[in-house]
């Protein structure tokens, strides 16, 4: 039997590792979670006026079953949803507008942007539906070695190529317009990921199925799913940041010496299996490896400053061509790819607890937005975007992979029982692919301790699944 076994991060990606090692490994395994900061990861709140806001990681889309699922099994519930209408900015006017009326913005875009919209959402629904595969193989026990078998799986060697050419490319070729990628394409990625449509396609196509499907939040905030499934799984959660893992042996098996550093000095544990979920790239973790041969080095690949500022104040509509505030019809806007845009995304954003009562601010009156941004607002941004304001709340973080430095796909392997959970993030970033990930490195290290090699990396799992049904 499996024991102990440790997580590195408590996350999503941390949290959901641990509630699915559980849950094939059985209810004795004894799981060690180590966290330095809180847990909860980047799913993060800030508190304006006593009301949490999230500050990042904020919706999730309608088709994630992992993400329904620990909902279901927490007892949370969806925020309700407050409506709004979004429209992109190009720095100089609007080129889209979201109006109340859905025909009239399917009109629009179709005046606008003619057939490239219709072959977009051809696009993106032709990915999502071969995504969706992995639901199933996964109810019937089926894991991959890497990401690559992973994706291959799922789409063939066309979803592993979606990882290395970028979505501008692949939608150019399906017979988007190159006008529609820069107003429409470009607008979304940036506020998603931060970056141009230069991001690999996969990656894109996530973003971009977010942005047209219908999207919800855990009431309470989205950190919730992560403090319940470690509650539920009764992990023991250390507070330490973990400052490497050495490797021993002991009667022929791997054995993992996890090393830490707390508020109480140093210490450190030995365990069968170890799942990192934290990234292990030189600019995010000074981590070590020892006694590995081969050796367990730096992975490749960088990742992409972002801030975000929640600002509580009254918007300057009058930036955005809008003279008086009352007729300002926008609760979110996104941005093109302009070099003098200092952001990429504002929202006006609405608390993680949203009473019956609940009302959003007019447009004249003082609001929560949050601006998403490469750099730090200067005071001169902050006048542009606001008339005035209470206060700022900054944070800024490496968030998301910078896609075009990334060349091949982080491994998820790193030794016999050791397991790298974050790579995914090079596929594509979002909770439900950490929660899809977390669920797949569980399968894996159950099925490689009862060596049945059977459930890993099959051929033809589409066939396979279809019988077995």
């Known amino acids: 039997p499996l024991s102990p076994a440790a997580v590195v991060g408590a996350g999503l ?49 309608a088709l994630s079953l992992h993400m329904q699922d620990f909902v279901k099994i927490l007892g949370l519930k969806h925020r309700r949803e407050v409506a709004g209408k979004s ?11 979201e109006t109340d009326w859905y025909l009239l913005n399917l009109f629009r875009l179709w005046w606008h942007y003619g057939i490239s919209f219709l072959r977009l959402q051809m696009w993106v629904e032709e990915v999502m539906e071969k995504f969706m595969r992995i639901y199933k193989y996964q109810a019937h026990g089926y894991a991959f070695s890497s990401l690559e078998e992973l994706l291959r799986s799922l789409g063939g060697e066309a979803f592993v190529n979606m990882t290395q050419r970028s979505v501008a490319e692949s939608l150019l070729e399906v017979g988007v317009t190159q006008r529609f990628v820069d107003d429409v394409i470009a607008a979304v990625l940036r506020s998603s990921y931060g970056q141009s449509v230069l991001v690999p396609a996969f990656a894109g196509a996530m973003s971009l199925a977010g942005a047209q499907g219908s999207t919800w939040a855990v009431e309470g905030g989205n950190k919730l799913v992560c403090s319940g499934l470690l ?54 973790s000074n981590f070590t490896f020892d006694n590995f041969d081969p050796p367990i080095t730096d992975l490749p690949g960088a990742f992409q400053p972002s801030v975000t500022s929640v600002v509580h104040g009254y918007l300057n509509s009058s930036y955005f061509g809008f003279p008086d505030p009352k007729l300002f019809p926008f609760t979110s806007i996104l941005t093109t790819d302009t ?49 005035s304001y209470y206060s ?28 790298y959970l974050s790579g995914v993030e090079w596929v594509a970033s979002s909770m439900e692919m950490v929660a899809v990930a977390a669920k797949n490195v569980a ?14 990396d099959q051929k033809d799992l589409m066939h396979k699944v279809k019988t077995e049904l």
């Open 339 to 387: 070099p003098d845009l200092f952001f990429h995304a504002m929202d006006n954003i609405c608390p993680v607890n949203i009473s019956a009562a609940f009302r959003r601010k007019q447009p004249q009156e003082a609001a929560v937005w949050r601006v998403l941004s490469r750099q730090p607002l200067d005071k001169h941004q902050l006048k542009t975007l606001f008339r």
């Open 13 to 61: 990606g941390g949290s959901a590792s641990a509630y699915f090692l559980q849950q094939h490994f059985g209810p004795q395994v004894q799981l060690d979670v180590y966290e330095a900061a809180g847990v909860g990861g980047r799913l993060a709140t800030v508190t304006v006026n006593k009301q949490q806001y999230e500050s990042r990681g904020a919706s999730i889309h």
């Open 392 to 419: 700022v709340q900054v944070t800024e973080w490496q968030s998301y992979p910078r896609y075009d430095a990334a060349k091949a796909l982080p491994p998820i392997v790193l030794h016999e029982n050791l397991f």
């Open 87 to 97: 429209a992109i900015f190009s720095g100089e006017h609007f080129v889209l507008e």
């Open 231 to 284: 509650k539920l799984t009764k992990a023991n959660v250390i507070s330490a940041r973990v400052t490497g893992i050495s490797l021993h042996s002991s009667e022929g098996r791997a054995l993992y010496q996890v090393h830490y550093e707390s508020t109480e000095g140093q210490g450190s544990a030995f365990y069968d299996l170890v799942v990192v979920t934290t990234p292990l790239h030189p600019s995010r």
């Open 443 to 456: 399968l894996l290290a159950y099925n490689r301790w009862h060596q049945d090699l059977e459930k890993i």
